[in-house]
């Protein structure tokens, strides 16, 4: 499974983004799919997810900003809104083989796109 990811840029604060991720092979819908972030110096951490079930998780720092949507099971697009400066990371779409909670947690996502870099200046 090779996952790509586009969408990435720079914008102001308050602004909005689009990222998108295609997967190179037909993902059934028993696999997992979401998107994680990595800024210089810190730990990759999960941004929001959807589950086997349709089931969306988001992390508590961008719910009511971002929302992902999945128009066919091998795609995953993340609608970013009112943008912060501490949102600048590298966004990388990731997925998990079947048997997968779904959940935001780095490990147990097995495929990883190359990354899409979002800067939000102040």
């Known amino acids: 499974v090779q996952l790509v990811e586009s969408g990435g840029g720079s914008v102001q604060a308050g602004g909005s983004l689009r990222l998108s991720c295609v997967a190179s092979?037909?993902?059934?819908?028993?696999?997992?799919m979401g998107w994680f972030r990595q800024a210089p110096g810190k730990e990759r951490e999960g941004v929001g997810s959807?589950?086997?079930?349709?089931?969306i998780r988001y992390a508590e720092s961008v719910k009511g900003r971002f929302t992902i949507s999945q128009d066919t099971v091998n795609t995953l697009d993340l609608q970013m809104n009112t943008l912060k400066p501490e949102d600048t990371a590298k966004y990388y779409c990731?997925?998990?083989?079947?048997?997968?909670?779904?959940?935001?947690?780095?490990?147990?996502?097995?495929?990883w796109g190359q990354g899409t870099q979002v800067t939000v200046s102040s």
């Open positions: 990731a997925a998990a083989s079947p048997g997968c909670s779904g959940g935001l947690f780095a490990g147990e996502y097995a495929y």
């Open positions: 092979k037909y993902i059934y819908r028993s696999y997992c």
């Open positions: 959807i589950d086997s079930s349709g089931r």
